[in-house]
C-alpha cells in the first residue's frame, strides 16, 4: 500500500465528510477509497473512522490521526516544493472558514477574484457562524469578527468595522422621532439573539459623552442576513456593523438613526494555525486577505 497516497485519501474523506465525495475528488470510486481507509487501518491497527449509511465521521482515535496525518502531508508538501524550487509558486488546495454573513456579502466574490489570478489555487469556502478549531477541522485561513481571538491561534487584526443604529425610510416615517438615545425606549429595537446583553445597547457620543440605554423589541434572529432583510423590511432601528449595511446605506434603503452615536466596533481578524511551515498558497491567501479587508465596504484599517 501508498502509505502517503492512503493518508491523503483519509484526510480528504474526513474532511468532505463522505468517501463518495472523496472518490470524486479524487476521480477514483467510492469502493477503492473504502478499500485503502480499511488498508489504513490494518496498517495503524485501529479503527479510523465510524460508517453508516449516511453519516461519517472520525473515531476518537482517528481524529487524533487525521491532525498528524494533515501535517504530515504538509510536511511532504513542503519537501517537494524545496526540491522543486516550487515554493514560490503557489498550488494545492485551500480550506477557509469565515462566519456566513461575511461570508455572503464580501468574501465569497473576492475569493472567486483570487482563485482567477491564481490558477493553480483549489480552495474550499466553509460558512458557519461558530468558531471552529483551526487544527481539529482542517481549516488553512480563518476570517472573524469580533473580540481577542483564542491565544492557540496566530491572528491578524486587518480591519475594523464601525456599529451604529440604522433603520428603513418607512420605518422612520411613521414612528416616533429619534433625537437622542433614550428616545429608542419608545421602539422595538431589533437585535441579535446571542448579543451580550438584550436589554441595553451602550452608545459613544460627541465629545466623550456615554449613554447606556434600555431597549426591547419583541423580535430578535441569530443570524446576521436576516437581520439584514428584517432592518430593510421595517421591523424596527437595530445595531448593525457597517460591512453588514453599508451597500443598503449607499442605495437609500436604510439610514442611519442618531449618526454621531456608535456602539463598540467590530474587529475582523485572519487567523491561522501556529506553525512554522505554511504553503506558498496560505502565506499568499493570508497577506492578500490583509491587504484587502480594510477596503471591503463599510471596513477601514
Known amino acids: 500500500m ?10 480528504r474523506a474526513v474532511e468532505l465528510g463522505s468517501l463518495s465525495a ?6 477514483t470510486t467510492q469502493p477503492t ?3 485503502a481507509v480499511a488498508a489504513l487501518e490494518k496498517t495503524v491497527g485501529v479503527r479510523l473512522l465510524e460508517r453508516s449509511t449516511v453519516h461519517l465521521a472520525p473515531t476518537d482515535e482517528g481524529q487524533q490521526f487525521y491532525v498528524h ?3 504530515v502531508l504538509e510536511q511532504h508538501a513542503e519537501a517537494l516544493d524545496a526540491a522543486r524550487g516550487l515554493a514560490g509558486s503557489p498550488s494545492g488546495l485551500l480550506r477557509i472558514n469565515a462566519p456566513l454573513a461575511i461570508g455572503q456579502l464580501r468574501l465569497n466574490a473576492w475569493l472567486l477574484g483570487f482563485l482567477r489570478t491564481h490558477a493553480g489555487v483549489h480552495a474550499e469556502l466553509i460558512l458557519n457562524d461558530r468558531f471552529v478549531d483551526l487544527v ?3 481549516v488553512d485561513v480563518a476570517l472573524r469578527l469580533g473580540g481577542p481571538p483564542p491565544p492557540h491561534v496566530v491572528a491578524r487584526e486587518v480591519g475594523v468595522s464601525r456599529r451604529g443604529l440604522v433603520a428603513s425610510p418607512a420605518y422612520l416615517a411613521n414612528a416616533p422621532r ?3 438615545p433614550q428616545d429608542l425606549a419608545r421602539h422595538e429595537v431589533l437585535q441579535f439573539a446571542w448579543a451580550t446583553s438584550l436589554d441595553t445597547l451602550t452608545l459613544d457620543g460627541p465629545r466623550g459623552a456615554r449613554e447606556t440605554v434600555a ?3 419583541r423580535y430578535r434572529v441569530n443570524s446576521s442576513m436576516s437581520i439584514r432583510e428584517a432592518l430593510v423590511l421595517g421591523a424596527g432601528p437595530g445595531l448593525a456593523p457597517d460591512w453588514l449595511v453599508q451597500d443598503l446605506l449607499d442605495r ?4 442611519r438613526v442618531l449618526p454621531t452615536w456608535r456602539a463598540e466596533p467590530q474587529r475582523a481578524w485572519v487567523m491561522y494555525q501556529a506553525q512554522r511551515y505554511r504553503p506558498a498558497r496560505t502565506r499568499l491567501l493570508i497577506d492578500a486577505l490583509v491587504a484587502a479587508v480594510p477596503g471591503w465596504p463599510g471596513f477601514q484599517r
Open 136 to 138: 481539529e477541522e482542517g
Open 33 to 35: 477509497v473504502s478499500k
Open 178 to 180: 429619534i433625537r437622542r
Open 22 to 27: 472523496a472518490a470524486r475528488e479524487l476521480r
Open 252 to 255: 437609500g434603503d436604510l439610514v
Open 2 to 11: 501508498d502509505t502517503l497516497k492512503a493518508m491523503a485519501t483519509y484526510v
Open 215 to 217: 431597549v426591547s423589541g
Open 69 to 71: 496525518a494533515r501535517r
